[in-house]
């Protein structure tokens, strides 16, 4: 998707160590947009043409619905955990942070 676009004049990645969870990714962009801009832009695209896949798959496959449910409910679990856990940390650094 990035490559396609014509505002992009080079786009590559690389991932320095298959075990590490780091991916290098370069862009330059033709004027007046920026390669953030463009970045952007491809991911979003993606995201698009993901959502398009998905509820043709949904259509199809009524199972692929409720999996998905199932995921964005335990994905909202997390970040709920997540969340409070943040919260906790926060209040332990204040009170540290009064007694000193």
Do not use: W
Request: net charge negative; proline share 5%.
């Amino acid at each position: 998707v990035l490559v396609q676009n014509s505002k992009v004049g080079f786009a590559g990645y690389s991932v320095p160590h298959p075990s590490d969870p780091v991916v290098h990714i370069r862009v330059q962009a033709n004027e007046p947009t920026t390669a953030v801009a463009a970045l952007q832009e491809a991911c979003e695209t993606l995201s698009r043409q993901c959502d398009i896949v998905l509820e043709k798959l949904e259509q199809v496959l009524p199972e692929v619905k409720r999996d998905k449910i199932e995921i964005d409910d335990k994905l909202a679990k997390m970040m709920q955990e997540e969340d409070d856990d943040e919260e906790e940390d926060e209040m332990v650094e204040e009170v540290y942070e009064e007694g000193m």
